[in-house]
């Protein structure tokens, strides 16, 4: 009987030789952003940068009281002294004519800021004359901005108590003007400069008043009668600007060298006197040859951005703009930098004011009030600007060389770019940003300056915001009027991130023919697909539930554009095509016919079964809003319904629980189109479950047992899961509002719950058969399911007799069957679909007026009503609006439709034979409510309820699919980055986990010779019935009938206990860790076919599923026998019900499921998808799977005693193999070594291990071992294998046959026997064997401490 000794030994793909570069290379499952994500949009952030009040200073008024040759008597000159207004020497002409040239100049010079104002002079004016002037202003200006410029250096300086200085009208008195009254005739919005000495004065006096004025508003809206209430009061002062050329204390410079208004000239010819001053500082004999002659030579124009000129222009606007948006809050910001032009050019010229009078002990001031600025650091940057600019000068204008620009703006984009690829995530904002807009304006730099503001705005929404309120919006619209195609990709890309983050841009693109432009790109075959998705992208947000961009799209051919690119490689872009299409047609008929004329539903069919989830969902999407139009049907029109309907249905058991959140949705959309046909299958349905007992195993599962056995005192309580994974209780009526996470599962069993078992006789229901908004479903979990499997039972289409309506039948059976999803969420949804219609269906049905409590029931209908006839009667009275039933079901009151027998109820209480007055009684009475007048105070009125599935039902994919391009694209991702902490801590896994698999293979390799050393026993909540190891950790789960509890088999802690979610008759049979080498998943399998995927287990956190689907849909009812609670194992061979098997590959990420089926079904859960089903050929269920990647081979071990192989690379037809049926009963394990000749070895119930080799067809070797096996395992890497048996004992033999250990008893628990085993598994890299049995205990074996 001797053997090969390394027949057993399989090394999991890990031989000595081998690096552990294969944790690196092993794909990982269920850790895309869809599982590790809430499947939701991003918070929509507050539009701080759309200027709500855009406005324009309308009037000018320019007060100058200069009395020209008089000096005001509180003013000592110098002498010399300065003497220039507004570049004029006052005394080079006669005084009045030198009055009205600087007039006219002040203008001209203000003019270059805002031409299109209305301007008026009052030359040395008396009060009247300002007053006059004034209010005409503020009269025609109505709600905008008005500027009063005063120039007082002809008069005296300004009052303490508010007063400014003009004339009478002789010119032989100052009269004082207040500021008070100046404020009144002014009124606001206001912008104020004063260029007079102690300047400041008048703007702390400004203050006051203004503080007054709110405290008298204030008085007079509180006391009507108050005497100031009675004046009309002047409007209060908020909105008003003032700039003043000096502190309170301060006079202004006299210096000769500088104009005497040197405060107007920063303001308004600020290049002209920034030269000037460069000049007069010592730092200019640095530049030879330059004069203040010289200066006034630089050629070109201002506004000419190509001559000296223009480009030093251009130069300061963008530095003062930089200094400001550096400095200032943002919203001061915004308020004086980007909502007036001449109010921004003021306050920019205002920083270089600043910088010039400080050097001459001057301050001037603002209100409101800004930081100083004069010492900020893009100042030097000015200075050299202008000194390359000035060195030029002698040689262009004496010889005529050409002129070179200045490199001003490609240094600071080079600043820019420093800043992107050296900064870190966490810091400032780059000062350069305002800049990287004016350079939007050069053709020159336009290219780099897109290029790094898309990387810029790829650093997320925060950035996207920043760029916004610098004001790059005008800019990068007008740039889509630019037919160059290199700034294609790059304006693409730019407008796609701002979308993302602000979709309300939308309108601002149709409103410009922006969207014409992305149309050409989605239509350009030659663009590459990631730009062509953002254009689809773009599309997709200007169409969005705006119907004028809907309509531009539809003219600019959107939806034969985006059919074409529905195959295209790049699965992206598929994904946003049909998002597009989804959206272009929701609640627009033009668009859904032009698809149908394109066969728009037919050529998206294809997408329903792409690789990508995202991309199936999309195309979920996309059909469900083209049968969700709100427009009237035509029977074409019902025809795609119907169709696109029963595409949608084979997506049933779609692998991926987002695609089928969105299947409910879509079908729901149907739902509400068709409401009247589905009201009648839903009565139907509700009829046939009344009358049909249906052998349900919940019926002959335990009373009221929500969670494992409950019986035992002591046992903690289950762990609360958190909202995300939403436990699916089993207590009948389910909540809609506050869904079931809430419910505390206590030792007690089930709370005590409302339970409609059977409608008609329940008279607890009848009493309030509640809107959906009421605290209890119609229709219960327990309901729906029982009525999901009579549906399988009995044929209802011939109860409905019309096939017309088959279609119905069987949407609506796909609901019943998505409201018992695995997924809580996708189940959820289902259930208010569900229960919407079986709300309307019964409210339809119901008597007018409810008489006692048992009305109900005799008016139960018999056939389905004719909601059309039963409600509007012909030539009735109109019916109420306030209870009008039609709310109930459609906006618009429908004739009787023609499918349905138009037959009355059997009972219909009337009054006086008139079913019209049942309109006065509201459908949801309370039982004992006084009548019709008592409507409107019940609150039940169900009205809307059209639009309570449609509205409330949606799954946020879209919002969460735009996230991907709000978020950075350019960024490698954390996984890739070495020095990122996600990477460290996988590099520390994968280094335990080549130490565990050096270690353990040492000791396996020097031989097992023992292996009963008890190293950890506790007492599990619930009888054992699935156990698995951890491969790389000390953790072990072990699952019982529902739910599964963590143990650290090390510390002997137990780290958590949670509830798997499976229905009441449902058990858990197999349990797998997904990326166990990695961030392990648990993955659970119960015997009625569904697969549920968990993480966050065993740690602090809250347990949370990741994913859940149905893996095998057609679990035989019948072998899913009762609970099994006495023991799991009797005699297997009797009882039947292998539940559900799997396996798993994390080399390729495929998982095999078996069990009570016919077949092997294969899931690729990276594409969440089944990728193939294999028939077994036999008449009895799998019991045990296992796989080889490396051979592409599956050995099924059957109930019927056969071991089959089959070769998942071959056809259906040809895939089997081999059979072996040497095995006479049940299969226990059969189990194919992970090598490239490893052996097949199976056992049966009857205790005969064989070895089979996959290409002999007969056995190789046999051993013999104890009878009546209940379980067993082997071990993958040593030469061992243990044997449970009924008989309360474990065997453990080698790979000759040899027992080498026998374990009866506990270890220092009472020396108590073990029961019955239900469960045992070896570790799969120790030598360590986990052990459960029948009396809740749970321990773990290894060899002698020594060994380990």
């Keep these: ?51 709500k009040d855009r406005m324009k200073t309308v009037s000018v008024a320019l007060v100058l009281c200069l009395n020209v040759g008089v000096d005001p008597p509180d003013v000592v000159k110098t002498s010399p002294c300065a003497r220039l207004e507004c570049w004029i020497d006052p005394l080079s002409m006669s005084p009045q004519k030198a009055l009205e040239t600087i007039g006219a100049n002040l203008q001209k010079q203000y003019e270059n800021w805002q031409p299109r104002a209305r301007y008026k002079q009052s030359l040395d004016p008396t009060v009247d004359e300002v007053k006059k002037l004034c209010t005409s202003l503020r009269r025609n200006a109505k709600e905008e901005r008005v500027l009063f410029h005063y120039n007082g250096h002809g008069v005296p300086r300004p009052t303490v108590n508010g007063e400014i200085w003009v004339f009478n009208k002789n010119y032989t008195q100052y009269i004082p003007l207040s500021i008070y009254d100046l404020q009144t005739w002014m009124g606001s919005p206001s912008i104020f400069v004063y260029d007079c000495s102690n300047a400041g004065i008048i703007v702390k006096s400004f203050k006051q008043f203004a503080l007054q004025r709110e405290q008298e508003l204030e008085v007079a809206a509180i006391n009507p009668s108050h005497p100031l209430a009675q004046m009309s009061l002047p409007p209060s002062m908020k909105n008003c600007i003032q700039l003043a050329a000096c502190e309170a204390s301060e006079l202004l410079p006299m210096n000769p060298d500088l104009p005497a208004d040197l405060f107007t000239s920063c303001l308004t010819t600020p290049i002209k006197i920034a030269l000037r001053w460069f000049c007069m500082q010592k730092s200019s004999k640095l530049v030879p040859g330059v004069t203040l002659d010289l200066i006034e030579k630089i050629p070109g124009r201002l506004n000419d951005r190509r001559t000296p000129l223009g480009e030093l222009n251009w130069i300061f606007t963008a530095i003062t703009d930089t200094i400001a948006w550096n400095v200032l809050p943002r919203d001061l910001f915004q308020k004086l930098f980007r909502q007036d032009l001449l109010v921004a050019s003021l306050f920019r010229n205002f920083l270089l004011a600043e910088r010039i009078m400080r050097s001459y002990n001057c301050t001037p001031v603002s209100s409101p009030r800004l930081p100083p600025t004069y010492m900020h650091a893009m100042w030097q940057a000015w200075d050299l600007a202008v000194d390359i600019c000035l060195s030029q000068l002698p040689t262009i204008i004496e010889e005529g060389t050409a002129f070179r620009h200045s490199p001003f703006f490609a240094e600071q984009l080079t600043a820019f770019q420093v800043w992107l690829t050296m900064g870190v995530e966490n810091r400032n904002p780059p000062e350069q940003l305002p800049i990287v807009l004016q350079v939007l304006l050069s053709q020159v730099h336009r290219l780099r300056a897109l290029d790094l503001l898309g990387r810029f705005l790829d650093l997320g929404p925060w950035a996207v915001s920043l760029a916004l309120s610098v004001g790059i919006f005008p800019y990068v619209l007008k740039l889509l009027q630019s037919s160059a195609r290199e700034l294609r990709p790059l304006l693409v890309f730019i407008w796609a991130k701002i979308l993302a983050v602000d979709s309300s ?116 999407f996309a059909l469900g809003t083209f049968v969700g139009n709100s427009a009237e049907r035509t029977d074409h029109s019902t025809t795609i319904d119907h169709n696109v309907a029963m595409m949608l249905a084979q997506l049933i058991n779609d692998g991926s629980p987002v695609v089928r959140k969105e299947l409910v949705v879509a079908l729901s959309h149907l739902v509400v189109q068709y409401e009247s046909n589905f009201c009648t299958v839903a009565l139907q349905f509700i009829e046939e479950e009344k009358n049909y007992t249906v052998p349900s195993p919940a019926n002959t599962a335990e009373p009221g047992n929500l969670t494992p056995v409950r019986d035992s005192p002591g ?136 008489l006692d409590s048992g009305s109900l029931t005799q008016s139960a209908p018999a056939s389905p009503t004719s909601k059309g006839t039963h409600i509007h009667h012909a030539g009735g009275s109109p019916p109420m609006p306030s209870t009008s039933s039609s709310s109930l079901t459609n906006e618009v009151p429908k004739p009787p439709t023609r499918d349905q027998p138009a037959t009355r109820p059997p009972y219909t209480p009337t009054i006086g034979g008139q079913a019209p007055h049942s309109h006065q009684f509201p459908r949801t009475r309370k039982m004992f409510d006084k009548g019709p007048e008592q409507a409107a105070e019940d609150g039940d009125e169900p009205c809307g309820h059209r639009n309570y599935i449609s509205a409330t039902l949606q799954t946020g994919l879209c919002d969460w699919s735009a996230k991907y391009f709000a978020q950075p694209v350019t960024k490698i991702p954390e996984e890739h980055d070495l020095q990122s902490q996600v990477r460290m801590e996988r590099q520390w896994r994968f280094l335990r986990n080549t130490r565990v698999r050096k270690q353990s293979r040492s000791i396996t390799q020097r031989g097992v010779s023992r292996l009963d050393d008890q190293i950890f026993i506790n007492r599990n909540p619930g009888v054992p019935s699935v156990v698995k190891f951890h491969p790389f950790n000390t953790c072990i789960a072990v699952a019982d009938k529902d739910s599964i509890c963590f143990w650290d088999w090390e510390k002997g802690e137990r780290l958590d206990y949670f509830y798997n979610g499976n229905p009441r008759y449902t058990r858990i049979t197999a349990m797998e860790y997904l990326n166990g080498h990695d961030c392990s998943l648990l993955l659970t399998a119960t015997d009625d076919g569904a697969l549920r995927v968990w993480k966050n287990f065993a740690d602090q956190k809250n347990p949370e599923m990741v994913t859940a689907w149905q893996g095998l849909s057609d679990m035989l009812p019948t072998t899913r026998g009762l609970a099994r609670r006495v023991s799991i194992y009797l005699d297997r061979s009797k009882q039947g019900g292998a539940g559900m098997v799997v396996d798993w590959e994390q080399e390729t990420g495929l998982l095999m499921t078996s069990g009570d089926v016919r077949i092997i079904r294969i899931w690729d859960t990276d594409r969440e998808m089944k990728v193939q089903d294999i028939p077994t050929g036999a008449d009895s269920c799998v019991t045990s799977l296992s796989c080889d990647s490396q051979r592409s081979l599956i050995v099924a071990g059957l109930g019927d005693g056969s071991v089959r192989v089959f070769d998942r690379r071959m056809g259906p037809n040809e895939c089997r193999i081999m059979t072996y049926r040497e095995h006479s009963a049940w299969v226990v394990k059969a189990h194919l070594q992970k090598e490239t000749n490893g052996h097949i070895i199976s056992v049966s119930v009857n205790g005969d291990v064989r070895f089979f080799e996959p290409r002999t067809p007969d056995s190789v070797n046999v051993l013999q071992t104890v009878k009546g096996l209940t379980a067993l395992d082997i071990h993958p890497q040593a030469n061992l294998f243990a044997c449970g048996s009924m008989n309360q004992f474990i065997a453990l033999y080698n790979a000759s046959g040899d027992v080498i250990s026998n374990i009866k008893y506990y270890d220092g628990f009472m020396g108590q026997r073990i029961g019955a085993i239900s469960c045992l598994a070896f570790h799969p890299h120790w030598p360590h064997l986990a052990v459960g049995s029948n009396d809740y205990y749970m321990s773990i074996y290894s060899t002698e401490k020594r060994l380990r």
């Excluded at 001797?2 to 027949?7: A, G, H, Q, R, V």
């Excluded at 773009?538 to 531009?552: F, P």
């Excluded at 009579?790 to 309506?805: A, C, D, E, K, Q």
Aim: glycine residues 4%; charged residues 20%; proline residues 5%.
């Design 1 to 51: 009987m001797k053997m090969d000794t390394d027949l057993l030994l399989s090394t999991l793909g890990f031989s000595e030789e081998e690096p552990d570069m294969n944790d690196w290379e092993l794909p990982l499952a269920f850790m895309k952003k869809r599982h590790s994500e809430k499947i939701e949009g991003s918070k929509a952030l507050a539009q701080s940068w759309r200027m």
């Design 715 to 850: 046992i903690p309580r289950l762990r609360s899961v958190n909202s995300y994974t939403n436990i699916r209780a089993v207590t009948t009526a389910r909540n809609l509002n506050k869904s079931l996470q809430n419910l505390n599962l206590n030792e007690e069993g089930a709370p005590a719950a409302f339970s409609p078992g059977n409608l008609s006789t329940s008279s607890s229901a009848s009493s309030t058969l509640g809107s959906p908004d009421n605290d209890e479903y119609i229709l219960s979990f327990e309901t729906l399911d029982k009525m999901r499997r009579v549906s399988s039972y009995s044929s209802l289409n011939s109860l409905i007799g019309v096939s017309f309506n088959s279609v119905y039948t069987q949407i609506w059976r796909v609901l019943l069957h998505l409201a018992a999803d695995p997924f809580p969420e996708v189940s959820d949804l289902a259930m208010k679909v569900l229960n919407c219609i079986a709300y309307k269906a019964m409210m339809n049905t119901r008597p007018q007026r409810i």
């Design 505 to 620: 841009c939308q309108a601002d693109l149709v409103k410009d023919n922006g969207h014409k432009y992305f149309l050409s790109v989605l239509a350009d075959s030659y663009m590459p697909a990631e730009h062509r998705t953002m254009a689809v992208f773009i599309l997709a947000v200007i169409v969005n539930s705006y119907s004028t961009g809907q309509e531009a799209c539809l003219q600019g051919n959107l939806i034969a554009n985006c059919l074409e690119q529905l195959s295209d490689p790049h699965p992206l872009l598929r994904q946003w095509v049909a998002i597009c299409l989804g959206r272009i047609w929701q609640n627009f008929d033009p668009a859904r016919w032009c698809g149908v004329r394109d066969s728009a539903h037919e050529k998206l069919y294809i997408l329903l079964s792409d690789p990508i989830p995202e991309v199936r969902c999309a195309a979920v």
